[in-house]
């Protein structure tokens, strides 16, 4: 009971009353991923997870008691995107993030997508959350965050991308890097080189200025011991 209650203040009461209603309504909350479901067509990502902050439940005695929420079920994930486009990440047993949870119930939304008819009456419900994994307690902080450009990088800075107007597009990685296109390549460096370090192997026709190295024969020729120069057209 709230000790308020013994007061005979309706005012008092009334406050209580309010106060303990809103300690029920569930806004955001971050959440530590149990485990990760990377759906498919026809169903969404979703994580199971445990709510990092407790739940103060009151005692018969007036006195409050810290509880563990319970665990999230099938919660849908959302990540970035549009026009087509999306940005995934898959998602380990550990990492953490924030979990919303919608003013109406939207599973009959998520299912079918458009405008829908809430499937129940519940509002704020532990049960109507999604989760935008990304938020990090300061145990888990990522160090050597750029103060200069937008980065794409692995917890650990060793693989990332980054991106600014001062120095353009930049691509390392402690990893191999491959790229796979059904419809060719193509590399543009403009008014300056582009330059290789390392072995190249090709696999399959290398033509410089039109000229097709493995079948162009030069002229002028004679069979010997000789040393060729160099191609020509």
Same mark, same amino acid.
């Given at each position: 009971?709230?000790?308020?209650?013994?007061?005979?203040?309706?005012?008092?009461? &009334?406050?209580?009353?309010?106060?303990?209603?809103? %300690?029920?309504?569930?806004?955001?909350?971050?959440?530590?991923?149990?485990?990760?479901?990377?759906?498919?067509?026809?169903?969404?990502?979703?994580?199971?997870?445990?709510?990092?902050?407790?739940?103060?439940?009151?005692?018969?005695?007036?006195?409050?008691?810290?509880?563990?929420?319970?665990?999230?079920?099938?919660? @849908?994930?959302?990540?970035?995107?549009?026009?087509?486009?999306?940005?995934?990440? @898959? &998602?380990?047993?550990?990492?953490?993030?924030?979990?919303?949870?919608?003013?109406?119930? @939207?599973?009959?939304?998520?299912?079918?997508?458009?405008?829908?008819? @809430?499937?129940?009456? %519940?509002?704020?419900?532990? %049960?109507?959350?999604?989760?935008?994994?990304? &938020?990090?307690?300061?145990?888990?902080?990522?160090?050597?965050? %750029?103060?200069?450009?937008?980065?794409?990088?692995?917890?650990?800075?060793? #693989?990332?991308?980054?991106?600014?107007?001062?120095?353009?597009?930049?691509?390392?990685?402690?990893?191999?890097?491959?790229?796979?296109?059904?419809?060719?390549?193509?590399?543009?460096?403009?008014?300056?080189?582009?330059?290789?370090?390392?072995?190249?192997?090709? #696999?399959?026709?290398?033509?410089?200025?039109?000229?097709?190295?493995?079948?162009?024969?030069?002229?002028?020729?004679?069979?010997?011991?000789? #040393?060729?120069?160099?191609? #020509?057209?």
């Amino acid at each position: 009971m709230d000790l308020r209650q013994r007061v005979d203040d309706p005012e008092e009461n &009334l406050r209580a009353a309010i106060e303990q209603h809103i %300690s029920r309504i569930q806004t955001s909350a971050p959440a530590r991923v149990l485990a990760f479901d990377p759906g498919g067509a026809g169903k969404a990502p979703s994580v199971k997870l445990q709510i990092g902050i407790k739940s103060f439940v009151k005692q018969e005695d007036g006195s409050q008691k810290a509880i563990d929420l319970p665990v999230l079920q099938d919660v @849908p994930v959302h990540y970035p995107g549009g026009g087509g486009m999306n940005i995934t990440f @898959p &998602l380990k047993v550990g990492d953490e993030g924030m979990v919303n949870f919608t003013s109406r119930s @939207p599973d009959t939304w998520q299912q079918s997508g458009g405008e829908q008819v @809430p499937a129940d009456a %519940s509002m704020h419900s532990l %049960s109507n959350g999604y989760f935008t994994p990304g &938020l990090k307690s300061n145990p888990n902080a990522i160090d050597g965050i %750029s103060t200069s450009s937008t980065e794409i990088r692995s917890d650990d800075g060793k #693989t990332k991308i980054s991106m600014s107007g001062a120095g353009g597009v930049g691509i390392s990685t402690d990893k191999q890097v491959g790229i796979s296109a059904a419809n060719g390549v193509s590399i543009g460096g403009g008014a300056g080189e582009t330059a290789i370090a390392g072995t190249v192997r090709i #696999t399959g026709e290398l033509i410089v200025n039109d000229i097709v190295f493995s079948t162009h024969k030069h002229t002028g020729v004679q069979p010997g011991s000789g #040393t060729s120069a160099g191609p #020509t057209n």
